[in-house]
């Protein structure tokens, strides 16, 4: 709705009447993905599993909508140049296989996984592990950043994934 994309149920329910309809079509999708992860890691949106993964407010929220507290975002950083070649060697000075921080990352991949009764890859793969030892995040927000960590996977393992980037 806030991008102004009319469908078939904002047609049907009237949405496009709304004050807010298009609001946000000046930003692309990727920063709102972006900020609505903040928005959800800062528990002001919640996933809604029983009404097919909808994001709906939460009562921290209500402050907010009010005028009476503001929500500060972080900015969203530009995507790095992609390198054109998967095959094109690291321009690091230690293989990945070689960095300390990657291996405790596996380890801890391992575990989570052993104690799941799932596969490893499941878990995280290995290139989102690899971008992680190469961005060391500090925060959520810094980790809900990185490819391969959605909401989801990032509610489930964000804070033991920083307690091992923390500790390496």
């Known amino acids: 709705m806030l991008l102004g ?3 078939e149920k904002i047609e049907r329910f009237g949405h496009q009447q709304l004050s807010v309809f298009g609001i946000g079509a ?5 920063v709102w993905r972006a900020v609505l992860r903040q928005l959800v890691v800062r528990g002001l949106l919640e996933v809604d599993h029983t009404a ?35 095959l094109a060697p690291s321009s690091g000075g230690v293989h990945d296989d ?13 575990e989570t996984a052993t104690e799941k009764g799932v596969p490893a890859y499941v878990i995280l793969h290995d ?8 961005r060391r995040p500090a925060t959520l927000d810094e980790l809900g950043e990185i490819s391969g960590l959605g909401t989801k996977k990032l509610e489930a393992y964000g804070e033991a994934v920083l307690e091992v980037v923390a500790e390496g």
């Open 52 to 86: 097919y993964g909808a994001l709906k407010l939460t009562q921290a929220a209500r402050p907010v909508l009010k005028g009476e507290e503001q929500v500060w975002r972080r900015a969203i950083a530009a995507a790095p140049p992609r390198r054109k070649s998967r």
């Open 5 to 7: 994309k009319t469908t």
């Open 98 to 110: 070689e960095d300390p921080l990657f291996l405790a990352l596996r380890a801890w991949r391992r």
């Open 26 to 30: 000046g930003q692309t999708d990727k």
């Open 127 to 134: 290139v989102t592990l690899r971008e992680i030892a190469a």
